[in-house]
């Protein structure tokens, strides 16, 4: 099931992150890769106006086309799973 999402939350943290944009990171703050333990990668051919698509799409939602095509698959895989 989809997740609703708070729209004033999300436009909250994003004028967050634009007034502060150029501040310095704090000294106490460590990188983290999440994905990092994900150890495969698909291919996909699209033509060009499938691509564009995508980005457009990704860009309404700020978020990279990579993230939200694997939200897309990791969705649809929850919907192909048996119910238990």
């Known amino acids: 099931m989809a997740k609703q999402i708070d729209r004033a939350l999300v436009e909250r943290i994003r004028e967050e992150s634009e007034r ?3 501040d310095p990171y704090p000294a106490n703050a460590r990188g983290t890769r999440p994905n990092r333990g994900r150890s495969r990668v698909y291919s996909v051919r699209l033509n060009d106006d499938e691509y564009q698509a995508v980005q457009r799409v990704a ?3 700020h978020l990279p086309p990579s993230t939200l095509v694997r939200s897309w698959i990791l969705a649809r895989l929850d919907q192909e799973r048996p119910a238990s």
């Open 20 to 22: 502060t944009k150029d």
């Open 59 to 61: 860009d309404s939602v």
